[in-house]
């Protein structure tokens, strides 16, 4: 059974940044690809951002191009999302998660198949 467990989210003024880490376990973590997804009030849970297995592929939503970066540690079994020049629409339950097939990449949304506990992002004006 896998675990992911999201950490580094809080409050931060527009403009501002932070780093949210997502440890893993129960799965040989190098072999999947993993991503990231955010969920604001009474909206549903959009992508943000994927990295493949070795971590030499990214793909990112538009909105955050430029801005965030994903990155991974296969030695720790950890997934990083680099989030800077925050704006208040990012202000977000945030979410990682883990493809539901090893060895597969590129993955859209619905290649993930377990996610998270999620961490409150909030990005103040």
């Known amino acids: 059974q896998v675990q992911l467990v999201e950490s580094g989210g809080g409050l931060v003024q527009a403009g501002g940044s932070l780093r949210l880490s997502c440890a893993a376990s129960?799965?040989?973590?190098?072999?999947?690809?993993m991503g990231w997804f955010r969920q604001a009030p009474g909206k549903e849970r959009d992508f943000v951002a994927a990295?493949?297995?070795?971590?030499?592929?990214?793909t990112y939503v538009n909105s955050v191009k430029g801005r965030f970066t994903i990155s991974r540690d296969n030695a720790k079994n950890t997934v990083y999302l680099q989030m800077n020049s925050l704006k208040p629409e990012d202000t977000s339950v945030y979410y990682c998660?883990?493809?539901?097939?090893?060895?597969?990449?590129?993955?859209?949304?619905?290649?993930?198949?377990?996610w998270g506990q999620g961490t409150q992002v909030t990005v103040s004006s």
């Open positions: 998660a883990i493809a539901r097939t090893s060895r597969v990449w590129p993955v859209g949304e619905a290649d993930f198949g377990s």
């Open positions: 129960g799965r040989t973590f190098s072999s999947y690809a």
């Open positions: 990295i493949s297995r070795s971590g030499a592929s990214t």
